[in-house]
């Protein structure tokens, strides 16, 4: 939510600078702007709506060079997204400029205090009680304002502060909220994300909470909040500056549809050696997995569908009891926690507040947590006993698609190494599905292979203003991960549901406006989920069946069907469903006309409470 972007360097082109911030762009788009400085002098551009818009505005501009900048682009939280709220934001003076990733939650009471004082405001955002108080604090030193202010602040941000005053330094802060640095050649980056900093290098600082970093052109030092020096841990990013790019594709998240086999062949090949899974980094022992009871799963929209599906699998495979929530349900629940107990967390970005918060949570309870995780540097894997890394690459699109299955299948090889360990599965068994899963990759390229079919499908499904997902058992989830891509690019109101719950109410609903989507493998619910579909058909909803090739019945009561290919362990059929409702999604919102790499009110890496 919200990406920040700055440099200090040699003299850098303002096309450049754009360039870092549009790899952000996926934190949030409802306004943007830039605050460079040369000379004393501030420029300063901002605007309502997205990056080509402010690009548009700076055509002239391009090729001018500043030494110095902050950018922002924002998610709206408080002040709606116009011109006068998008940051950067500025002191009385306009001496000193702020850009911010967070919340600040005092900010009320540090305003009427600020204005008392005499600090004239021009924003409703909370952000601006920064810069004020900043400049409040300012005697002669920048460096010292910051160090007074963030001690002042209540809620997570994430800063990047500079002067016309000293137009030497840049500074950084983080609390709660991500922030990097960049250490280039001719200069060094502030940046909420890595894509940003892809371009110019791939040495990396990860900021941590509660650390302020003062970059020169030339230097990088690093503070607590009560101005202890602390060292610098630089490491190097291996992600090539293309894999966070387009390519062809007219959008990303078709992309990352199209990367999902080689994401899925990834993750198996440095995971399992013969009939071996290694996990090098879970840092949970075998004799802890084998005595573990219970499972607790807390995650965020896709990451959380991931973890009810491996829900179905510790249950039914390692012979665990396991409990799911949404992290935001789960951290205010009263939980009683025992010793063994596992807590296991999943997350693309690592970032998420909620998941963040869920995790602090089970850790006071001193709960071992294991994270599947997509960024390395991310806060979730810094806080956690042990990481399974789901080697997706930058997801941009803002739909998560190739990083769900990346996580489900992480999530399917712990589950057959803990069985493993466990001795709840036989060795057959074990070595039978391990040989499935690494055809998976090969399946899903087959049902990529259909998107023309599923085009024209869609095309004609999104005429409907409302839809249902229904699936059973390990497709449960499926169904609701399948309507929750459709609601969020479509804005088509859709939910997913139990099959089986359908007569409990939900089926009011159809009539023959109705679209819904009945997932139907051929698995042990099936003829459970045939007269469930029969349910649908008696009432003219307009049926799309997701149905293996093999399949009749299911097949000769949907209208339009799309074909998976058959499993023999089914159970693992929701990496190929994902992957059929993904394009689905897809196409209706092309249909439709949406903005499907950025969707209305959303951001990636939702880093607020
Ligand atoms: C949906 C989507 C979100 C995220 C959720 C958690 O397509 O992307 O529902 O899955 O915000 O994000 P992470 O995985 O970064 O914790």
């Known amino acids: 939510m919200c990406g920040i972007f700055g440099y200090i360097g040699k003299d850098m082109p303002v096309a450049s600078y754009v360039e870092g911030l549009s790899r952000l762009e996926y934190r949030g788009y409802d306004s943007c702007g830039i605050a460079a400085i040369k000379n004393g002098e501030f420029f300063i551009r901002k605007r309502q709506g997205k990056i080509n818009q402010l690009k548009c505005e700076l055509r002239d501009e391009l090729n001018s060079q500043y030494p110095l900048a902050i950018l922002h682009t924002r998610w709206a939280t408080h002040g709606k997204p116009n011109q006068i709220n998008s940051h950067p934001h500025f002191d009385c003076k306009k001496q000193i400029s702020v850009v911010h990733n967070g919340i600040i939650e005092n900010y009320l009471s540090l305003k009427e205090e600020l204005i008392r004082q005499g600090h004239k405001f021009v924003s409703e955002t909370d952000t601006e009680v920064i810069v004020h108080l900043i400049e409040k604090y ?250 399974i890394f789901t080697y997706a ?28 360990i466990r001795g709840t599965l036989s060795r057959k068994s074990f070595c039978r599905m391990l040989k499935e899963l690494g055809q998976i990759p090969r399946y899903q390229k087959e049902i990529l292979g259909k998107e023309k079919e599923i085009k024209t499908i869609a095309k004609d499904f999104s005429r409907f203003g409302c839809f249902l997902f229904l699936g059973r058992g390990i497709n449960f989830p499926s169904a609701l991960e399948g309507a929750l891509k459709l609601k969020e690019i479509s804005y088509i109101p859709a939910e997913g549901y139990p099959a089986g719950e359908m007569k409990h109410g939900p089926i009011a609903l159809i009539d023959e406006y109705r679209g819904v989507i009945c997932i139907a493998p051929q698995d042990d619910l099936y003829d459970k989920m045939i007269s469930n579909i029969q349910e649908i058909k008696a009432r003219k909803g307009k049926i799309l069946g997701i149905v293996n090739r093999t399949d009749t019945q299911a097949s000769r009561l949907s209208d339009e069907l799309i074909y998976i290919p058959g499993l023999k362990y089914q159970d693992f059929s929701p990496l190929l469903v994902a992957v059929a409702l993904q394009l689905f999604a897809y196409h209706v919102a092309k249909n439709l006309g949406r903005e499907i790499d950025q969707p209305r009110n959303l951001a990636k890496s939702v880093t607020v409470e």
């Open 393 to 420: 690459g930058p997801e941009i699109g803002v739909a998560s698609t190739k990083a769900y299955t990346a996580q489900i299948m992480a999530l399917l090889l712990f589950c057959l190494h803990t069985a493993h």
């Open 138 to 387: 300012y005697s002669g030193s920048l460096e010292d304002a910051v160090f007074a202010a963030v001690k002042k602040l209540s809620g997570s941000f994430a800063l990047s502060v500079i002067s016309t005053r000293t137009p030497d330094e840049l500074i950084g802060v983080r609390k709660g909220s991500p922030l990097i640095i960049g250490l280039g050649r001719d200069g060094n980056f502030l940046a909420s994300d890595i894509p940003a900093i892809l371009p110019f290098t791939n040495k990396v600082i990860y900021l941590k909470d509660g650390e302020l970093a003062i970059l020169k052109k030339d230097e990088v030092k690093i503070f607590s909040f009560d101005k202890k020096p602390l060292g610098a841990r630089i490491e190097k990013i291996s992600i090539h500056p293309q894999d966070a790019e387009k390519k062809h594709y007219e959008h990303f998240m078709r992309k990352e549809i199209f990367e999902q086999p080689e994401v899925l062949r990834k993750i198996f090949s440095l995971y399992v050696t013969g009939n071996t899974i290694r996990f090098p980094q879970i840092n949970l022992k075998n004799p802890f997995l084998k005595k573990v009871k219970n499972v607790f799963i807390a995650a965020c929209g896709t990451a959380y569908h991931a973890g009810y599906i491996a829900k179905y699998f510790l249950e039914k495979y390692c012979d665990l009891d396991v409990e799911i929530d949404t992290s935001s349900e789960f951290r205010y629940r009263k939980i009683n926690f025992h010793t063994g107990d596992l807590f296991i967390t999943i997350s693309q970005s690592g970032e998420t507040a909620d998941t963040l918060s869920a995790v602090r949570e089970a850790k006071k309870k001193g709960v071992k947590v294991l994270s599947i995780c997509n960024v390395l540097g991310s806060s979730l894997v810094k806080e956690s006993d042990g990481l």
